[in-house]
Nanobody, 121 residues
Framework: QVQLVESGGGLVQAGGSLRLSCAAS????????MGWYRQTPGKQRDLVAT???????NYADSVKGRFTISRDNAKKTVYLQMNSLKPEDTAIYYC???????????????WGQGTQVTVSS
């Protein structure tokens, strides 16, 4: 099954760090831009950070200087290093890939299942 699988979420105190990972399953051969988004109950899903296949990055203003997105194309994995976490960073974090080449043909706008990040004050 073609999918993105996130890991690394959890509970951390304010000021702490977490590293999220998102791995593409077998059957995914190429990936365009990848990104992390987050969502809290009753609110829309917001962009956190994106990275192109050429490693150009973009960040939401609220996380600039604290979060770093990176990718390992050989491992088909994208990471989000989150430092200096704040209670307002609490959310479900979702991984996204905009374009993929797969064994089922091209796919677009694939989402992972999400991973919970909770920052206590």
């Amino acid at each position: 099954q073609v999918q993105l699988v996130e890991s690394g979420g959890g509970l951390v105190q304010a000021g702490g760090s977490l590293r999220l990972s998102c791995a593409a399953s077998a059957g995914i051969f190429t990936i365009g831009s990848m990104g992390w988004y987050r969502q809290t109950p009753g609110k829309q899903r917001d962009l956190v950070a994106t990275i192109t296949s050429g490693a150009d990055t973009n960040y939401a203003d609220s996380v600039k200087g604290r979060f770093t997105i990176s990718r390992d194309n050989a491992k088909k994995t994208v990471y989000l290093q989150m430092n200096s976490l704040k209670p307002e960073d609490t959310a479900i974090y979702y991984c996204n890939a905009d374009r993929l080449g797969t064994n089922k043909g091209p796919m677009y706008d694939l989402w992972g299942q999400g991973t919970q990040v909770t920052v206590s004050s």
